[in-house]
């Protein structure tokens, strides 16, 4: 199995006036092309701060990201900016949809800004939130959909154009057990075609669906487990 | 093609973002726009229409499109009635006015006068000797006498006098070098002396008109009279002013006449020319005051557009990180606010350009507003308008781009997380 990505002792320090903490105390992990990876932890442990690490989102204060070969470190932002848009898919804890946009339109920004023409990029769209079984609702605005909905809207923007990684943020925690699950078992088969998967999550009911979990608690890898 | 791409999902953003935010919000910007694109436009318009008002009573009541007046070393314009003959053959001509002009001072209550040290209750004036037909077609003189009437046929030692000589309509009589007549009403009889002849004269009626009106100090009498009081037998006018017919050039027509040798003895100007020199510098200096004020608009515009702008971006600020850590560009997202700005510019212009020529401009063209100093008309040229049209895009697009820069520029996570 091919490492797609790497962290080597990955240090995160935020600075409230004079004081310093340090919420990632020298992570290292790899993750494989195709794995579903579980990061869970308990509130505060570092899970998201690693997440945000890892998918580029910010910048750790010292150690080495390594994605597909190539050291973060010596991107420059706009670079990081390309590979957010054409490597990772983002699913967010508050779906983070534009709220003036439509469900489809939501998902056809980012791939107008990955130089589809227009026509293409809707063609992409629909049928990823065909996919996500959001057909009948391409056409409706944020507040129109449910939670569920609007989180499955957040996918169909991350998948559309096949991420190499797929980065979810506590993906279920403002839903519904229902819409949980319906998510979670998109997450599955989204994994069984090949998609690497990173999540954060703090229900241990969700973390069995992945391949491997690993657990955080103050800013240290505590245990790993492989389902 | 990297700004090609920002364009297009900058401009994808902005139509939904415009389509799909509050009516009301959009609406109260772009009529804060029309305000200050009518800011711009209508007050330096309405300054200097103060100005072409003057100009334009100057046009229509004393010299028309074209002037031939007498050249400065003489008194009057030789071969006058040669030229007036000729001018009549010509079919470019709506209404011509010949005139009969020199210096004259009025008398008035000098039969009451008991002491000879008493000040005399007089004043002195130009005296226009007019074919009462021709300036009523010329001037439409009979719509401005305000008290009496206008001159009946065959009317002798009668006179039209101006409401500027008269004290209870000259600014109450009382600036300084100024010496109104106290009590002249129709009918009131006063002592005229011209060219070292003195003659009673009847006023048969008072000229009542904007204090800027060539009719407003001056005193009317019928040609004939008036020949005879300066000894013009040969019949020559000292102007002769000519209305042409719609559609004709005036400057071409000043060069026909040239052309004709009219110019060897009289002078020969369009209206423009002819036009007091100082007028022409008032209209400068209102357009100047017209356009400072319009700046302080215009920034004012700035400012509004850079808070409301802000303040959405500000708002949205978990969005623009979200954009952005979706991939979307910096460039891209502040496009998006720029086309924003000018939506806003272009549609509260638009606005505007139809509100001022749709309705303003010829409005007030047929209805000018009357004021003391003139009947104020607004002035706005196209040209003129489209420049300051750009101008307010311009300010619109700067103060739409640096709020937007200012919140993309922040880290993309803490906007996402809303962290400060």
Request: overall charge negative.
């Given at each position: 199995m091919t490492t797609i990505l790497e962290t080597k002792n990955l240090i995160k320090t935020f600075k409230t006036g004079d004081v310093e903490t340090r919420v990632l105390k020298g992570i290292s992990l790899s993750v494989h092309r195709g794995e579903f990876l579980a990061i869970t932890g308990r509130s505060g442990a570092g899970k998201s701060t690693l997440l945000y690490q890892m998918s580029l989102l910010d910048e750790p204060t010292s150690g080495e990201i390594i994605i597909e070969g190539r050291?973060?470190?010596?991107?420059n932002e706009k670079e990081k900016m390309k590979f957010r848009l054409f490597k990772f898919g983002y699913v967010f804890q508050d779906y983070a949809l534009l709220p003036e946009l439509t469900a489809i339109e939501n998902v056809t920004l980012p791939l107008l800004m990955e130089k589809y023409a227009m026509p293409m990029a809707h063609a992409l769209a629909e049928r990823a939130l065909k996919d996500v079984g959001l057909g009948h609702r391409l056409h409706s605005l944020p507040s129109q959909l449910s939670g569920g909905e609007q989180q499955r809207v957040s996918i169909a923007r991350a998948i559309a154009e096949k991420p190499e990684i797929l980065f979810a943020d506590e993906p279920t925690a403002n839903l519904d057990r229902e819409s949980s699950q319906s998510i979670l078992q998109m997450f599955v088969e989204l994994n069984k075609k090949g998609q690497t998967i990173i999540m954060v999550t703090h229900e241990e009911e969700y973390q069995k669906l992945a391949e491997r979990v690993i657990q955080i608690d103050d800013g240290k890898i505590v245990a790993t487990e492989t389902n | 093609m990297k700004i090609l791409l920002n364009l297009r999902v900058g401009w994808y953003l902005a139509v939904r973002q415009i389509r799909r935010s509050s009516k009301w919000s959009n609406g109260l910007i772009i009529f804060v726009m029309l305000l200050t694109f009518l800011n711009l436009v209508v007050v330096t318009g309405f300054l200097v229409g103060i100005v072409d008002g003057i100009s334009n009573l100057f046009r229509a009541q004393e010299t028309g499109d074209v002037v031939i007046t007498a050249p400065k070393d003489k008194n009057y314009i030789e071969h006058s009635q040669q030229i007036i003959s000729f001018l009549e053959t010509l079919p470019q001509i709506e209404d011509m006015s010949a005139r009969y002009s020199a210096g004259a001072q009025l008398e008035a209550n000098y039969k009451e006068r008991?002491?000879?040290n008493d000040k005399p209750n007089q004043t002195g004036t130009s005296i226009v000797g007019i074919d009462p037909e021709d300036e009523a077609r010329f001037s439409d003189l009979p719509s401005f006498i305000g008290e009496g009437t206008y001159f009946q046929p065959n009317d002798y030692d009668a006179i039209l006098v101006g409401a500027q000589l008269i004290d209870r309509y000259?600014?109450?009589?009382?600036?300084?070098g100024l010496t109104p007549l106290k009590n002249v009403y129709p009918g009131t009889i006063l002592r005229m002396s011209v060219n070292g002849i003195e003659r009673e004269v009847v006023v048969r009626g008072i000229i009542t008109t904007t204090a800027n009106s060539p009719l407003a100090a001056r005193v009317f009498m019928p040609e004939a009279e008036l020949r005879q009081l300066i000894g013009r037998d040969d019949y020559n006018v000292n102007q002769i002013a000519l209305r042409l017919k719609s559609g004709v050039d005036a400057e071409q027509f000043r060069d026909l006449l040239i052309r004709s040798g009219i110019n060897q003895t009289a002078v020969v100007q369009t209206f423009e020319q002819a036009i007091p020199s100082g007028v022409a510098e008032i209209r400068s200096t209102f357009e100047q005051m017209g356009n400072a004020i319009s700046s302080v608009g215009l920034v004012v515009a700035a400012i509004t557009i850079f808070i409301v702008i802000f303040i959405n971006a500000l708002t949205r600020r978990k969005y623009i990180g979200i954009l952005k850590g979706i991939g979307i560009s910096g460039s891209a997202i502040e496009i998006a606010y720029v086309f924003q700005s000018i939506f806003y510019a272009f549609i509260g212009s638009g606005i505007g350009l139809a509100i001022l020529y749709g309705f303003l401009v010829p409005y007030v063209a047929k209805h000018p507003i009357v004021l003391p100093i003139s009947n104020t008309i607004i002035v706005a040229p196209l040209s003129e308008t489209l420049i300051r049209v750009a101008l307010l895009v311009t300010a619109t697009i700067i103060a739409g781009y640096i709020p937007a820069r200012m919140i993309v520029k922040k880290n993309t996570l803490d906007s996402i997380l809303g962290r400060n």
């Open positions: 050291n973060t470190h010596e991107m | 008991a002491n000879a000259a600014f109450g009589g009382d600036i300084p």
